[in-house]
């Protein structure tokens, strides 16, 4: 279970150089850490960084929330205080949302951005703790 009335201790800009083509690319989602450990961003944020029409912004967020997704432990729609929890903004018009790592891949593998695959797979190695996962179950 998920306790996001902890204070966030810490937020994270992620860097990668790829070297085959010198490229820098900057991740611009910031990745916020409780006091229990658990890796959350921000629903804003996530929409931010994938450059999705800002519109749509509310649609979009509550799709993502009422949506069904495959999780490690099957296929389910997003649990309150486990997946996600509401982001407290007093005063803010718009709600905003703390989403786990996990359940932000899955968004962004599901969205149309053309930057889906880039912040899937970084939200992957940051939820491995820096560990590029290259021995992921294989379907048999």
Do not use: C
Not at 59 to 86: C, H, N, S
Not at 114 to 126: E, F, G, P, W
């Amino acid at each position: 279970m998920l306790n996001f009335k902890t204070k966030i201790v810490s937020g994270l800009n992620f860097h990668r150089r790829n070297v085959f083509h010198e490229n820098i690319i900057s991740m611009d989602l910031q990745v916020f850490e409780s006091k229990k450990g658990t890796k959350v961003v921000t629903a804003s944020g996530l929409h931010g960084a994938l450059k999705l029409p800002v519109r749509q912004y509310s649609t979009l967020v509550r799709r993502w929330i009422k949506d069904i997704y495959e999780f490690p432990d099957g296929m389910r729609k997003p649990q309150p205080y486990r997946d996600y929890a509401k982001r407290p903004r007093p005063g803010e018009p718009i709600e905003d949302f703390f989403i786990t790592l996990e359940l932000a891949k899955l968004i962004a593998l599901r969205t149309n951005s053309k930057q889906k695959l880039k912040y899937a797979r970084l939200l992957d190695i940051i939820a491995g703790n820096g560990q590029l996962n290259l021995f992921g179950q294989v379907a048999a």
